[in-house]
């Protein structure tokens, strides 16, 4: 007890793999850090992320003006 099996190692690398990479690779291609999807793990931060994220001025619209 206290420590972690295998089993938990591999639950550790599907969340990795299912949830870190493809939300750092959305951060990175908006001009975002990708180590902030670190950060969407711990509850309520990921809540306050996804906000600042949504009605942050993204690329695309200084491309446009």
Known sequence: ???LGPV???????V???YIIPVAQILRR????????VLALIPLVNLVLFWIF??????????AA
């Open 1 to 3: 007890m206290g420590s």
């Open 8 to 14: 938990h190692w591999i639950i550790v690398l599907v």
């Open 30 to 37: 908006t001009g975002f850090s990708g180590w902030l999807a």
């Open 54 to 63: 949504a009605f942050a001025p993204w690329p695309r619209d200084h491309s």
């Open 16 to 18: 990795v793999a299912t």
